[in-house]
């Protein structure tokens, strides 16, 4: 099975700093990688899928890119709507599985 | 826009069944090449995806709860299922159902979640 490991788990950051967060995946899949944005008491929001589309309606400080192994999820300038826990997942091909990353929270500092 | 709603208890006995609806407004469940889906997260951690159902009624489950997984599909009623059978505190989490779709291979959108505590 491919597992998603996110680095790292916790940022500290304040707001208007370039934020990286980093998705390696146990082997190689394809490009389709998405993002989730989950605040605290809400559901997982749909942050960018196919690695670096970015979803209708999302801000444009948010942009993704990577391939094979390595995805990185990047804000431009953290604004304090940002701080919140972020989540990398994938479909696999076979089997049909849906995985998670296991989230890095992003904290004000 | 399409939306989801989750309903069902919010408190089950140890080694009952869990059970949970998921229904899904402003378009049908039979229409697209979607994957019905059903997320859950313990509290503090985070998301683990249960199962689909595809509206053919075609399902894959996690592995690690397949033994006691079932989702079904209504397409009469535009609702979505989960049973999740013997339950142990364990399975105490905010429940998520979401729409998933193959290409690109991601979720949108997802219902609130309904938290269920399982204690006796």
């Known amino acids: 099975d491919i597992q998603l490991t996110q680095s790292p788990s916790f940022l500290s950051a304040s707001v208007g700093d370039r934020v990286t967060i980093t998705c390696r995946a146990s082997?190689?899949?394809?490009?389709?990688l998405a993002w989730y944005q989950q605040k605290p008491g809400k559901a997982p929001k749909l942050l960018i899928y196919?690695?670096?589309t970015l979803q209708s309606g999302v801000p444009s400080r948010f942009s993704g890119s990577g391939s094979g192994t390595e995805f990185t999820l990047t804000i431009s300038s953290l604004q304090p709507e940002d701080f919140a826990t972020y989540y990398c997942?994938?479909?696999?091909?076979?089997?049909?599985?849906?995985?998670f990353g296991q989230g890095t929270k992003v904290e004000i500092k | 826009q399409v939306q989801l709603q989750e309903s069902g208890p919010g408190l089950v006995k140890p080694s009952q069944t869990l059970s949970l609806t998921c229904t899904v407004s402003?378009?049908?469940?039979?229409?697209?090449?979607?994957?019905w889906s059903w997320i859950r997260q313990p509290p503090g951690k985070g998301l683990e995806w249960i199962g689909y159902?595809?509206?053919?009624?075609?399902?894959y489950y996690n592995p690690s709860l397949k033994s006691r997984v079932t989702i079904s599909v209504d397409t009469s009623k535009n609702q979505f299922s989960l049973k999740l059978s013997s339950v142990t505190a364990a399975d105490t989490a905010v429940y998520y159902c979401?729409?998933?779709?193959?290409?690109?291979?991601?979720?949108?959108?997802w219902g609130q979640g309904t938290l269920v505590t399982v204690s006796s």
């Open positions: 997942q994938q479909l696999n091909s076979y089997p049909p599985e849906w995985t």
């Open positions: 159902i595809y509206y053919s009624g075609s399902t």
């Open positions: 196919a690695a670096s």
């Open positions: 402003g378009g049908s469940i039979s229409s697209g090449d979607y994957y």
């Open positions: 082997q190689g899949i394809s490009s389709y």
């Open positions: 979401a729409r998933g779709v193959v290409v690109p291979a991601a979720m949108s959108p």
